[in-house]
């Protein structure tokens, strides 16, 4: 099984600026797409950003398009989620996914990690 590690969530200002990055073992990283999702209280998990194997396609939710980028790293078995001028309403714990099918879908994913908790203060 596929277990990913999210980490770099904190606490952040308004306005402010934080990168997340979730690492994968047991399988060939490289193969496969991978996403980022996130989930707030009382909401639904929702689908926020994807890369594909070869980083040359994303993907973004509309509410974090132009603020957000993914990106990843293949020799490090690493993908990252840099995240700019965030707002409240991103306060979430974010997750990513291997290589959900289709891209943006929840169901989809059958193993998630514990993820990590982005807070922004307004």
């Known amino acids: 099984q596929v277990q990913p590690v999210e980490s770099g969530g904190g606490l952040v200002q308004a306005g402010g600026s934080l990168t997340l990055s979730c690492t994968t073992s047991g399988r060939t990283f490289r193969d496969y797409n991978m996403s980022w999702f996130r989930q707030a209280p009382g909401n639904e998990r929702e689908f926020v950003a994807a890369?594909?194997?070869?980083?040359?396609?994303?993907a973004y939710g509309d509410s974090v398009k132009g603020r957000f980028t993914i990106s990843r790293d293949n020799d490090k078995h690493t993908v990252y989620l840099q995240m700019n001028s965030l707002k409240s309403e991103d306060t979430a714990r974010y997750y990513c996914?291997?290589?959900?099918?289709?891209?943006?879908?929840?169901?989809?994913?059958?193993?998630w990690g514990q993820g990590t908790q982005v807070t922004v203060s307004s």
């Open positions: 890369i594909s194997w070869s980083g040359e396609n994303t």
């Open positions: 996914a291997v290589d959900p099918l289709p891209y943006y879908s929840v169901t989809s994913v059958k193993n």
